[in-house]
């Protein structure tokens, strides 16, 4: 029987859900994070994820955890962000040789359950933040904004839909991403040395010692095409930072923009599907012996408001007074 009910996690207030032999856990309180996604039927754990996990745990690394959706994310230098009609200085969270502004702030606020609600065929679960005057970045970056938030849940898998509507009189700069932490092993009872990852790269974006762009995009080497592939290993080695502009793969004889994790050994996949709005992945994985590894996939480049490169190459947008941005997700096994 799909249904949805407000519970606990260990502290933590979520709203559980379930439908199409798949549960879910959405921490409203952390950001809408989906703090677990477990495929019943065929014994996969798509999130990083521990039963014992105390609400402070993930709230003091809420990026690390589950799926994060990080408003501005990745890195601004020395904190600054250039828009169209203004200069923002955010706050220098990443201390040197960084000295970089860090992954914003939506992420670690309390947001709303608005409604939520199941059928015979999916369950939906839908939250917000309205962000103004009243959250302590509105020193930083005074443009007031909504965030909506819709998770369905069905025999498709998770669906995961954000808009962002402009509620101020000026632009709203938009880069968008989910900071997505996969679970290493992601198969009960699998291994992680028979993890493999798909990627379709297309150019290696280059970055500098601080993690900034240096504005070069590299053609792949040997190791980058392994993405290409399927046999890039994604953990048990450090994976730091990785950025490409990226294309479409294949999966079932069928176009497919997004990315492939495999358990080689049970042939189980996660497939995680993005829409067009997300142009670049990065994959990290903390130094690659952490349980868990990082595609994330971003609407834009790391500080891409301050580059040189047009708009059409970085990604970065803005949307106008009363505009809405959206983008999607959604993730599935196959086997």
Not at 67 to 94: C, I, M, Q, W
Not at 267 to 273: A, L, M, R, S
Not at 318 to 332: G, H, L, M, Y
């Amino acid at each position: 029987m799909n249904y949805t009910k407000l519970t606990e996690f260990n502290g933590t207030p979520v709203v559980e859900f379930s439908a199409g032999g798949y549960t879910a856990m959405v921490a409203y309180e952390i950001g809408s994070n989906v703090i677990r996604l477990h495929d019943d039927k065929n014994g996969v754990e798509f999130f990083r994820f521990k039963n014992d996990n105390p609400a402070d745990t993930i709230k003091q690394s809420a990026e690390v955890w589950g799926l994060p959706t990080l408003y501005l994310p990745n890195r601004f230098a020395d904190g600054v962000l250039k828009t169209s009609d203004a200069v923002y200085h955010l706050p220098v969270n990443e201390k040197a040789p960084y000295n970089n502004h860090i992954h914003g702030f939506l992420h670690k606020r309390v947001h709303t359950v608005v409604e939520h609600h199941a059928d015979d065929n999916c369950a939906v679960v839908k939250t917000r933040y309205r962000y103004d005057e009243n959250d302590e970045f509105f020193q930083y970056l005074p443009v007031r904004f909504v965030a909506e938030y819709t998770f369905t849940l069905s025999e498709c898998g998770l669906e995961h839909k954000v808009r962002i509507t402009n509620l101020s009189d000026k632009m709203l700069p938009i880069s968008l991403a989910t900071h997505t932490t996969i679970n290493s092993p992601f198969v009960d009872g699998g291994k992680e040395e028979n993890i493999r990852l798909t990627v379709p790269v297309i150019k290696r974006c280059e970055l500098n010692e601080r993690c900034l762009p240096t504005e070069k995009l590299l053609d792949l080497s040997d190791t980058d095409r392994e993405y290409l592939t399927g046999d890039r290993k994604p953990v048990l080695q450090n994976v730091d930072n990785e950025m490409y502009t990226t294309d479409c793969t294949e999966f079932d004889g069928q176009k497919f923009h997004g990315v492939i994790a495999e358990d080689t050994e049970s042939g189980k996949k996660i497939c995680y599907e993005v829409s067009d709005e997300y142009k670049f992945w990065i994959v990290w994985n903390d130094k690659g012996f952490n349980g868990y590894f990082c595609p994330e996939p971003m609407t834009a480049m790391i500080d891409a408001p301050n580059l040189s490169l047009p708009a059409d190459v970085t990604g970065y947008r803005e949307i106008k007074p009363e505009e809405t941005f959206e983008a999607n997700q959604r993730f599935f096994t196959a086997l």
